[in-house]
């Protein structure tokens, strides 16, 4: 793949920021008429194409959670480690513990992660199934 220009990078950059192709030519150095009448041609180039799609790749990664994190911040909830903020009828802001149903739900969701409380059932016993041969008349 080739090298984007300091410009095109400038480009790409801006354009994940605002959505808006001739804003972000003009803001990367390119001048109003070049953007006025090229900057979708910017977004056509492969280059910048295939940078942009990378970053946003790269930015979505960032904003998900992966299954490590989110049994951490269960755990966490389960532990009553993290508190939650409240608003009072006065206004002010004040710091109280998770609730205990929130703690109680965050470790039923570790323990349904692990496979625990699962309702195992044994059947056992002879089935004999017939199937009967015969003509079928498509009725």
Do not use: C, H
């Amino acid at each position: 793949m080739r090298k984007l220009t300091p410009k095109q990078k400038n480009f790409a950059d801006e354009y994940i920021i605002t959505g808006n192709a001739t804003q972000s030519a003009i803001k990367a150095g390119y001048s109003e008429k070049y953007a006025n009448t090229n900057a979708s041609k910017l977004l056509q180039n492969t280059t910048i194409k295939a940078y942009i799609d990378e970053r946003l790749k790269q930015i979505e990664d960032e904003k998900t959670m992966d299954m490590k994190e989110v049994m951490q911040r269960l755990s966490a909830i389960a532990r009553g480690e993290t508190v939650e903020e409240q608003v009072t009828n006065s206004g002010d802001v004040v710091e109280i513990g998770v609730k205990t149903g929130d703690r109680i739900r965050a470790m039923e969701l570790i323990g349904k992660r692990y496979g625990a409380w699962t309702d195992k059932k044994e059947v056992s016993g002879d089935m004999t199934i017939n199937v009967g041969v015969g003509e079928w008349d498509g009725d």
